[in-house]
């Protein structure tokens, strides 16, 4: 039997090249990439600040002794809501009362005094004036009404001083409010110094909430105001609202009444204090809670939903999407971000489309089909995400 001959390789390699050549030419081409975008569309958008807060009691009072005196007992049950002029100690009332006797008659027999020396001296005038007694006996009739009528305004002060420390051994309350423990108990002696402490009671309606604006923060929102970014209420005129531990919002809202002229030297901080009305004492004093501060916005502000925005060498960029429907990088300053959006600062002009769902998988000569990013509802009570605004960490920032 004929063998035929092996093919040269020069042939061989001929032939391979012709089928790899056959096989790409077969290839089916690279469908279009399916991603979503949105139209870069400036808008003025309010925006809210967050800052971790505590509560304060509008007016705080210390219940002290205002007299020496034994304690008899005390009138209020700790922790309770008091009014204003409730008992809350009653001290022993009877040396009290036995001092204001003991004045009481000191002023009879004053008033007793001058009652004869005005009588004697009604005598003694008409007298001296037909010659018929001496100079010298009108003027001690003079001098004698004159300093016992300046004796029963002594005893009329000490009978009103024994009255008062009288009423003193009546502990009461000065305003509505919170009561603390007690600090003494009954029997125990009160002096009205240092040791005369009871206790407190703390005004909760209205009540203050204040928190801490940093340095770093303030020096930020400037900035962003110098440059447009970010517009502050006509007369700083901010609404601010409360949420509790548990994610509930405070029913009132309140205004800030009071903002520290000067940083703290220790913290780097400034106080900044709101006023809410309390009526049901919802809040009390000491705890902890977020302000959310309303008024703020951003003129003009453009927002990208953060999916859309990536993170490269050079820093944050988007996809915008050309005239030949190609998507090009472009390098953006970014901003705050809230909720599922972030604040694009610079790098976006007004109509563009930027690429949002499919952003990671897009390359710069991928063919795109692209379908418009459907708009997600925001609600107004929704919880404020975490934002970086530049120069400050840790600040949040919200829009509704």
């Not at 110098?226 to 006509?234: E, N, V």
Request: net charge positive; charged share 25%.
């Amino acid at each position: 039997m004929k063998r035929r001959p092996f093919p040269p390789p020069a042939a061989l390699a001929i032939c391979v090249a012709l089928a790899g050549c056959s096989r790409e030419q077969q290839a089916p081409p690279t469908p279009p990439l399916e991603v979503t975008a949105v139209s870069v569309t400036p808008r003025d958008t309010p925006v809210q600040f967050e800052f971790v807060a505590q509560t304060q009691s509008s007016r705080e009072v210390e219940i002290r002794a205002r007299v020496d005196g034994f304690l008899d007992k005390r009138l209020y049950t700790e922790g309770d809501m008091v009014r204003a002029g409730q008992p809350l100690f009653q001290m022993d009332r009877k040396p009290f009362e036995a001092t204001l006797q003991s004045a009481e008659g000191q002023l009879e027999q004053q008033r007793a005094k001058l009652a004869v020396a005005e009588a004697n001296l009604r005598r003694v005038r008409p007298l001296a004036a037909r010659n018929a007694v001496s100079k010298k006996e009108l003027d001690d009739a003079i001098g004698f009404e004159r300093s016992s009528r300046a004796a029963v305004l002594a005893a009329e002060g000490e009978v009103r001083t024994a009255r008062l420390n009288l009423g003193y051994t009546t502990i009461a309350s000065p305003l509505k409010g919170l009561s603390s423990f007690a600090k003494k108990q009954e029997g125990s002696y009160l002096t009205s110094g240092d040791q005369g402490m009871l206790t407190t009671v703390s005004q909760v309606d209205p009540i203050w909430v204040n928190f801490s604006v940093s340095e770093n923060e303030l020096l930020s929102y400037r900035d962003q105001i110098a440059k447009g970014r970010l517009k502050f209420p006509q007369g700083m005129d901010f609404e601010v609202e409360v949420i509790l531990a548990d994610g509930s919002v405070f029913p009132k809202r309140g205004r800030i009444n009071f903002a520290e002229p000067s940083f703290n030297s220790d913290t780097g901080t400034f106080l900044v204090r709101t006023e809410l009305a309390n009526p049901q004492g919802q809040l009390r004093p000491g705890q902890f809670v977020r302000a959310r501060v309303f008024g703020a916005s951003r003129p003009g502000a453009i927002e990208l939903p953060q999916r859309a925005v990536q993170q490269g060498a050079k820093g944050h960029y988007v996809w915008v999407i050309g005239n030949d429907g190609k998507a090009r990088q472009r390098v953006v300053e970014v901003g705050d971000w809230v909720g599922d959006d972030w604040f694009i600062s610079d790098g976006l002009k007004a109509g563009e489309q930027v690429v949002v769902d499919g952003a990671g998988r897009v390359t710069p000569t991928a063919p795109l089909r692209v379908a418009r990013l459907a708009p997600q509802p925001k609600l107004a009570q929704a919880a404020p995400a975490t934002v970086q605004p530049p120069g400050a960490a840790g600040r949040q920032e919200a829009r509704p």
